[in-house]
Nanobody, 123 residues
């Protein structure tokens, strides 16, 4: 599993971004996938997760109704659509893959991590 996240950038509050995380491996469809973020001086926190089939999704309360996680197993890619961005969403966003096939909110459940993509939201 090799995860490559992309799509971050600098945007104004209220804007949207879509993050992508591509896996170069062959077993993408068997992994649960998650997005986590870490802001400067803060601990890493859960953002969203999706089961191997896409049938189960989970979100942190802080992003519910604004962010949507999805996946395309044919493209070995998981997405995070982020709408109505707020300055407090500023962080490095990491995607992760878990052999636990369902949507785990626990970072300890994830076995593989991407390098992260920076999202900065200005007020």
């Amino acid at each position: 599993v090799q995860l490559q996240a992309s799509g971050g950038g600098l945007v104004q509050a209220g804007a949207s971004l879509r993050l992508s995380c591509a896996d170069s491996g062959r077993s993408f469809g068997s992994y649960g996938m998650g997005w986590f973020r870490q802001a400067p001086g803060k601990e890493r926190e859960f953002v969203a997760a999706i089961s191997w089939s896409g049938g189960i999704t989970r979100y942190a309360d802080s992003v519910k109704e604004r962010f949507t996680i999805s996946r395309d197993n044919a493209k070995n890619t998981v997405y995070l659509q982020m709408n109505s961005l707020k300055p407090e969403d500023t962080a490095v966003y990491h995607c992760a893959a878990s052999t636990f096939q369902f949507a785990s909110v626990l970072s300890t459940r994830y076995d593989y991590w991407g390098q992260g993509t920076q999202v900065t939201v200005s007020s």
